[in-house]
């Protein structure tokens, strides 16, 4: 079946699809996107992920390209296109096309890019066995609020754990605290049974998943606290797990090649894992047979 892409206005063979040559985004990493899980047919979390597309934009000043409600009708009819119930949806919108300057064009015509494919979600294995993690000096610059296309320290940080046989990179500050994954928030039980993760600033992504996780946390009645922890204090740790749109709550069982706790998935981080997919309406696609 033909996969299609849209640009532009246009739905497109994914192969036909393209932006012009002196698109910013191309240029200058000037842009912004989202990503958002679609779980048997469910949009999971969009009113944040929208919100958040919403908020980078207005950091960056580059105009909505069309209205948020016609870029979520685009989302739905490209989905349909491409006949998909779990999809990983990608939506990138760029200050467009202008000759090359570092200035801001002044009149902006934003290039508004959207592809999904088959979720690509890891093997049961993954959940059941947990994945490692290594931790990397955090190189990005100030603005990590912003969901910003400029990804090259984490492409090269995801590399690095891929040669280290790792699933995910912890970055970590110059004072020792994990920022967050690569593409990950990053969290911790502690020995108390309490949920750690880093408050929201400038230095993390506010993941739309860490929020449902912590709403999920309240709800439920367990004890969490947003503070900066220690990789000596992740290796501590009853339990660790990280999360986005697509791993959910994924347990982190090995740190730099040491065992987080008994070194295999915890009750707490898979307790989170359902009541986050209960949250979204959704069955557990890593779970086998379904
Ligand atoms: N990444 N931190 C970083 C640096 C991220 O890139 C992501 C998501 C997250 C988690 O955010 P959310 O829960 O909203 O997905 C945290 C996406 C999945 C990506 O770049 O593919």
């Keep these: 079946m033909p996969r299609f892409a849209y640009v532009n206005g246009r739905y497109l063979p994914h192969d036909q699809a393209h932006v012009h040559v002196e698109d910013r985004g191309f240029q ?19 009113e944040g992920h929208m919100l958040r597309l919403e908020r980078s934009l207005r950091e960056l000043s580059i ?18 296109r491409n006949k998909l119930r779990n999809a990983t949806l990608y939506i990138q919108i760029t200050r ?6 570092f200035k801001f064009p002044k009149e902006p ?17 993954a959940l059941e066995r947990g994945v490692a993690v290594i931790t990397l000096l ?7 609020d912003i969901k910003s296309v400029s990804l090259l320290p ?21 004072q020792g605290f994990v920022t967050e994954g690569c593409s990950s928030n990053a969290w911790i039980v502690t020995q108390e049974g309490v949920l750690v993760t880093r408050p ?22 367990i004890a969490f606290e947003e503070r900066p922890f220690t990789v000596t204090e992740a290796l501590a740790a009853n339990e660790a797990f990280m999360s986005s749109a697509g791993t959910f709550a994924l347990p982190v069982v090995r740190i730099d090649g040491q065992p987080v706790g008994d070194g295999t998935p915890g009750p707490l981080t898979l307790r989170i894992r359902q009541a986050y997919l209960d949250h979204v309406g959704a069955a557990d696609p890593l779970r086998k047979g379904q």
């Design 200 to 221: 929201p600033s400038n230095a993390i992504l506010n993941g739309i998943t860490r929020l449902s996780i912590l709403e999920c946390a309240c709800a439920q009645g």
């Design 28 to 46: 200058f990493a000037d842009g912004v996107y989202e990503v958002i899980t679609i779980i048997g047919g469910k949009f999971a979390d969009e």
């Design 109 to 125: 015509v934003p290039t508004l890019v959207l592809t999904c494919r088959r979720a690509g979600f890891q093997p049961p294995a």
């Design 96 to 101: 467009g096309p202008a000759p090359r300057d």
């Design 63 to 80: 105009p909505w390209p069309v209205k948020p409600a016609s870029l979520c009708f685009i989302m739905r009819e490209l989905v349909r």
């Design 138 to 144: 955090d190189i990005r610059w100030q603005r990590r």
């Design 154 to 174: 984490q492409a090269l940080g995801k590399q690095k754990a891929f040669e280290a046989g790792a699933y995910e990179g912890w970055q970590v500050d110059e």
